[in-house]
């Protein structure tokens, strides 16, 4: 007998939670999913905010049934995506990157000398991600 089950329901918060995949806060009145289970005799309770639950079986190239990812990993795929991006200013590859998925983006600053260069790529660009309706 498998020790592991899940349920999910969308709803909209009645206080703040907090993305498990992308790190971003999902202020009270916003959807979330909510999930829950029991994994390997631990229970297990999240949040996942509607962008990240609509991409992550494609971002984590699951078949969808169920998904292994660590806190924040949405962080550490748009990092490594992005490697070897450059400056459109001074070329430098020293950038701070800010995920915005409540629109889809991600917000680049570039950190060399005095540059600090601020722009903006699509997520779904940078994961390249099918189009989803």
């Given at each position: ?18 993305c498990e995949y992308c790190d971003r ?94 722009w903006e790529l699509n997520l779904t ?9």
């Open positions: 007998m498998s020790d592991f089950f899940e349920t999910r329901h969308y709803a909209k918060t009645r206080k703040n939670h907090v806060l999902i202020p009270a009145g916003e959807p979330r999913y909510a999930i829950s289970g029991k994994y390997e005799g631990d229970f297990q309770n999240y949040s996942l905010c509607p962008w990240c639950e609509q991409h992550i079986a494609q971002i984590e190239n699951d078949n969808g049934s169920s998904y292994e990812f660590q806190r924040g990993g949405l962080y550490e795929r748009v990092h490594d995506m992005m490697y070897g991006e450059k400056c459109p200013d001074c070329g430098d590859e020293d950038y701070e990157i800010c995920l915005h998925t409540e629109r889809g983006a991600a917000r680049l600053t570039c950190r060399a000398g005095g540059c600090r260069r601020e660009t940078i994961l390249d991600l099918e189009a989803t309706t």
